[in-house]
C-alpha cells in the first residue's frame, strides 16, 4: 500500500479553509510513506505506539512535529517528552505529573489534550465530566510548570450511525466551548472527520484515507 497523494491534496485545501490541523496518523506504516507526505509539506504526525514513534523520530527529519494519540503509560513517558510537540490521550492526574516531572528535565513545556470518554464502548479511555472537574481543578493547584493543557480530545463510538457520533461530537465540542482556555479541539478520523468539522473540531487525526487500510497488529 502506498500513499494516497490525492486524498491527501483535497483533504488538506479543506482542512485549510476551516483553519483545522492535520494530524496525519502513520501507526504500522512505513517512514517511506511519512516522507511522502513531508516533501509535500506535511508536518505533523500522529503515532500510537512509543517503542515505534521513538524508532520513526530518529531517522526522520527533525521538522516533523510528532503527536501522541495513543494510550501513554507513565514508565514511557520519559521516552517520548524531549521531543513530543502534543500529547492526546491524556486522562489522569498522576500521567500529567509524570509528564511535567520528564517535561523539567528536559527545560520543555509540553503540550497535551485531556481525552474525554464519548464512545459507548468500556474499552475506550477517557475522562467523564465530573473527572474533568476534578483533573483540572487538582492541576490548577499543583502549579504544574512544564505541562500545558490545550484542550480536549475524544474518539466517537464505532458505528455507521453518524446521528450518534455527532452527538457524541457534541457533547465534547460543548466541553471545549465552555473554557475559555481551550484552543485546540482533536476529534475526528477517516470515517468521521467531516462530521467533526461541523461540530467544532479544529484538529483532526487521519489515517487510513491517507496511508492505506492498516494490517492489524
Ligand atoms: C488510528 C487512530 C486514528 C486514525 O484512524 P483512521 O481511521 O485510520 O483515520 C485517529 N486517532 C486515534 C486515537 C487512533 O488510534
Redesign the pocket.
Known sequence: MSVNIEAYQNIITALEKKKVTLVA?S?TKPVEDILELYKLGQLEFGE?YVQELIEKEKLLPKEIKWHF??HLQTNKVKLIAPFVQLIHGVDSLKLLKEINKQAAKCNRIINCLLQIHIAEEETKFGLNDEELKEVLSQFANLEMKHVKICGLMG?ASFTENMIKVKNEFEIISNLFKSNPDFSILSIG???DYKIAIETGSNMV?????LFGERSKK
Open positions: 496518523v501507526k500510537n494519540i495513543g474518539m478520523m477517516s470515517s487525526r487521519i489515517g487510513s484515507l
